[in-house]
């Protein structure tokens, strides 16, 4: 019988050059798989606990502590188990902790684990990581939301949206809806070129110009799109993520670059007016995580008519997520499995989403690095839709190309593209 022989864990960096855990499991059969855990900038305040040092070294974000609870707790617990019950795994790592939100050992200890087992499992099975997690159902390539102009915390620029994504609908396979955003990405960087701004990227490969308002960057990308040849709209469509939790100020939502501070009310006739004016097809985080007021009367105002995300809302927690299906609040949710920090919870808050109807959008963090394993979960689970940055920086290209090579791999894959929405 295979069994775990030792786990251990290092600090490596992320795309910001910050600390993170990097976990590795060894097998009894000689197989050994890693994992890196990422990390967030705009957090949701409900999110599983990141353990971080403090003290001089990294600014105070080292991640020795998590690295020292998974080599002695962790491993100590885990040591000559079974690599392939991952419920289990994950039920040890959850009770040795002893806390809702993983505050003893950190997330980032108990993920890196998590995601280490589970590859070295489908490892030692030789199946690719996506077949180990999803069987055989595992057959649905994501349509790629992807961040082309970055504002909010992930920029130092005007734009006070956090995310201005495309979504390439009307194409038959994940490989040239690839190609099209890839193409209306450095149609986009000519275009601002031209306009005088700057091209420089933010933390999730997008540019940052410093646009005058928070519409203009709907219509650069709208431009960007037709200068590619493609049709805005029912070939490419829009995406935001406002991430509205960091603008929340005296009560109401700031938008700096707009020099106004907005209510939930005005938020909400806004959202309205853009997708009147402009071929958006999803919003996440319209409104703050603590709006659920405010959120419900969003989800009556546009919740038919487009996908509503929840991300700081909800955190990749499934008892949240029962709150807000209980409420009629939004119809999607973001999958960050550092948000609620095992893969076995990931995998709950999926299912109890699709029981319900909402959709699940697989995502990366702002902190990345070039380990793909969301990839290979978007897959398993049929989520349909995933977020993973631009067409730029290795951390988030890496994630694509995973992609391309599961394409290829798939005999029957699919790719949704405007079914996504029917
Ligand atoms: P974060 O941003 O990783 O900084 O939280 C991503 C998002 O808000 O979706
Ligand atoms: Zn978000």
Known sequence: MVTISYITAHEALDSRGNPTLQATVALSDGTKASAIVPSGASTGKREALELRDGGNRY????????????RMTIHDALVHKSPFEQGM???????????????????????????????????????????????????TLPVPMLNIINGGSHADNTVDFQEYMIMPLGFENFREALRASAEVYQALKKKLHALGHITSIGDEGGFAPNLANNKEPIEVILDAIEAAGYKAGTEIAIALDVASSELVSEGGY????????????????????????????????????????????LTQKLGNKIQLVGDDLF?????????????????????????????????????LAKRAGYRC??????????????????????????????????????KYNRLLEIERELERGRYLGAQLFV
């Not at 209980?326 to 095992?342: R, V, W």
């Not at 793909?372 to 977020?387: P, Q, R, S, Y």
Request: one cysteine or more.
């Open 59 to 70: 600014g105070g974000k080292g991640v020795l502590d998590a690295c020292e609870n998974v």
């Open 89 to 139: 795994i994950d039920s040890i790592l959850l009770s040795l902790d002893g806390t809702e939100n993983l505050e003893r050992l950190g997330a980032n200890a108990a993920l890196g684990v998590s995601m280490a087992v589970a590859r070295a499992a489908a490892s030692s099975q030789k199946i690719p990581l996506y077949r180990y997690l999803g069987g055989v159902n595992a057959l």
């Open 254 to 297: 700031k938008l700096s670059s707009e020099n106004r501070t907005l209510s939930s009310d005005e938020m909400i006739s806004y959202y309205a007016k853009l997708v009147e004016d402009y071929p958006i097809v999803s919003i996440e985080d319209g409104l703050g995580e603590d709006d659920w007021e405010g959120w419900k009367r």
């Open 315 to 351: 955190v990749t927690n499934a008892k949240i997520l029962q709150q807000g299906i209980a409420q009629n609040i939004a119809n999607a949710i973001l999958i960050k499995p550092n948000q609620i920090g095992t893969l076995s919870q990931t995998l709950e808050a999926v299912a």
């Open 361 to 398: 959008v697989m995502s990366h963090r702002s902190g990345e690095s070039e380990d793909t394993f969301i990839a290979d979960l978007a897959v398993a689970l049929n989520t349909g839709e995933i977020k993973t940055g631009s067409t730029a920086r290795s951390e988030r290209i890496a």
